[in-house]
């Protein structure tokens, strides 16, 4: 509170209701007594406040990694400039990586989820390499919000309903999330009362990408015709499916234990005992487990009913993935290793 009066800064943006919220969320996600995490740190306004905390509430050593893409050319660079001089003023270290999206990007494969599934990759990767087991992610409660109304559009089941997770896993990293109860402007206003700036990426700004266009367009619309509160409800609908989802997951894993014969192998005769729903759930496990990308609805159950039939047959998930039934088994070929962000 003193530091509100003598600064000018508002009560709940101060370092003394910041410090308490960061290291109540640290505490509740496993992460505050680790010895090193790592900051996933783009530039944007989000991940530098993340920085921001995380060097001033965090006890352990902080390792800011910044991935260029090298989608945005000199921009990008700049970017990356930026969070590393970032990263020496706030006393962090900084690790760059680069990824070349446009030359990695899978066939049929969109440029914001290439980008997406390289960004993880080179996070866990990098943060493997220095022995780092938690990356922290800047995904705020607008981000939330977004992607649970994009995942309802697209059609979604109990899973997508949740939107982001507060943690997940990938490849024996955790990747945690611990702004998911902060707004967006929120985080800006805690840099703006201490004059720290960040940078703003122009590809926000092209309505052509989905999330963009729900951002800027859609929410603006949804809030000033229908509710000015849609997007705290949208982030609290998917934060109250969070518990069901963990039901469905632990189902999910029981019955892929029960039909996994080795890595990519499924016992055919048993999820011929299995329900449509809970083939489809098999399925999705699968998938996840394999790092493939996710099948939409309608080709789940195209492929939980050829799972359901004593029928030979091949299904092509995605790229040079087939799924073939025969002989009993169901298997899985061509896949390369979980690399998705499921």
């Not at 990938?170 to 967006?184: E, K, N, S, V």
């Not at 029981?254 to 083939?279: G, H, M, P, Q, Y």
């Not at 493939?292 to 309608?298: A, D, G, I, K, V």
């Amino acid at each position: 509170m003193t530091e509100s009066r003598h600064t000018n800064i508002p009560f709940e943006l101060s370092d003394y209701v910041l410090g308490r919220k960061f290291r109540e969320i640290g505490e509740a996600q496993g992460w505050l007594d680790d010895s090193h995490a790592a900051v996933a740190l783009s530039g944007g306004g989000d991940s530098v406040a993340l920085l921001w905390m995380c060097s001033k509430f965090f006890s352990g050593k902080v390792t800011a990694i910044h991935v260029n893409h090298g989608i945005r050319g000199q921009e990008s660079d700049e970017d990356e400039d930026f969070s590393r001089q970032l990263s020496q003023n706030l006393g962090a270290d900084f690790l760059s990586v680069k990824v070349s999206v446009p030359n990695e990007q899978r066939t049929g494969e969109s440029l914001e989820t290439a980008a997406r599934r390289l960004r993880i990759q080179a996070l866990r990767n990098s943060a493997a390499s220095l022995n780092i087991h938690t990356v922290l992610l800047a995904h705020n409660r607008d981000d939330l919000a977004e992607t649970v109304l994009f995942n309802i559009l697209r059609g979604t089941g109990i899973r997508g309903a949740v939107g982001i997770t507060e943690s997940s896993d990938y490849g024996g990293i955790r990747f945690c999330r611990p702004l998911l109860g902060m707004r967006r402007e929120f985080l800006r206003d805690i840099l703006r009362v201490r004059g720290i700036s960040w940078r703003e990426d122009s590809s926000n700004n092209d309505n052509s990408y989905t999330r963009n266009y729900i951002r800027s367009v859609l929410f603006p619309e949804i809030s000033s015709r229908i509710n000015a509160s849609a997007v705290e409800h949208l982030a609290q609908f998917g934060s109250d499916m969070r518990p069901v989802r963990e039901l469905e997951d632990e189902h999910s894993r029981e019955l892929f234990a029960s039909c996994i014969v080795s890595d990519s192998v499924l016992d055919w005769r048993k999820l011929r005992t299995l329900s449509l729903d809970d083939t489809a759930l098999v399925i999705r496990e699968a998938g996840r487990r394999l790092g493939l990308r996710t099948l939409s609805r309608r080709r789940c159950d195209e492929l939980a009913g050829l799972m359901s039939g004593e029928k030979g047959f091949t299904f092509q998930w995605c790229g040079g993935v087939t799924v073939t039934g025969r002989k009993g088994r169901i298997e899985i070929h061509g896949h390369t290793g979980i690399d998705s962000t499921n």
